[in-house]
């Protein structure tokens, strides 16, 4: 067994808690629309079909606590909020990138089975 191999054989934390944060539903679809740039609650509500206001809103926090996301409010009248990925949240462009190539490769094959 080579040593990566081992690597992946051993349980990680990390990996545990990382997957428990990346793995929520929806999570993963807000992450690609922030990666475009910053956007406002409502832009990212309707870029993605199905989403709801309270699931986005809970989605939304749970990326801000895990320094994945900021919320900025922007000056002026009304108040407008816009969130934003951080520099960690940015670092996850490639993931992002490599599982949209994982599933045009693989799961298009099997929904035209």
Known sequence: MNQDAGELTEFCPLYARAIDVLGRRWTGLILRVLLTGPHRFNAILSAIPGLSDPVLTQRLRELETEGLVVRRVLPGSPVRVEYELTEAGRALEHVVREIS??????????STS
Do not use: G, H, S
């Open 101 to 110: 190539a994982w599933a045009a490769t693989w799961l298009a094959r099997t």
